[in-house]
Nanobody
Framework: QLVESGGGLVQAGGSLRLTCAAS????????MGWFRQASGKERELVAV??????NTYYADSVKGRFIISRASARTYLQMNSLKREDTAVYYC???????????????????WGQGTQVTVSS
């Protein structure tokens, strides 16, 4: 089970930190990802991280502003310099992996959280 938290309303230029809590015994054997879906648009990649945290990948639109990390059974998404176009429902996802890989397509992921709304106002 994955549970996201930390979403909310923030002004443009502000910051938020999203947290994904995983209820699994073998968290270290899962690669994790953050995806988002804006109203009327398809779900898109935000950032992903490998099972050990060694490898990460970011969408171009968030590179340099967002940071994905993981510790214990939690995955974090630090979002800085937020823009209006970052407004979306953010989802945490997990896929079993022992090869320290990153998975950039949402089709790979087997487990999803319920999502948390992030709204950026101007």
């Amino acid at each position: 089970q994955l549970v996201e938290s930390g979403g909310g309303l923030v002004q443009a230029g502000g910051s938020l930190r999203l947290t994904c809590a995983a209820s699994v015994r073998t968290f270290r054997t899962y690669a994790m990802g953050w995806f988002r879906q804006a109203s009327g648009k398809e779900r898109e990649l935000v950032a992903v991280i490998s099972s050990t945290g060694t490898n990460t990948y970011y969408a171009d639109s968030v590179k340099g502003r967002f940071i994905i990390s993981r510790a214990s059974a939690r995955t974090y998404l630090q979002m800085n310099s937020l823009k209006r176009e970052d407004t979306a429902v953010y989802y945490c996802a997990a896929v079993a992996d022992t090869g320290d890989n990153v998975y950039t397509s949402h089709w790979y992921y087997d487990y999803w959280g319920q999502g948390t709304q992030v709204t950026v106002s101007s």
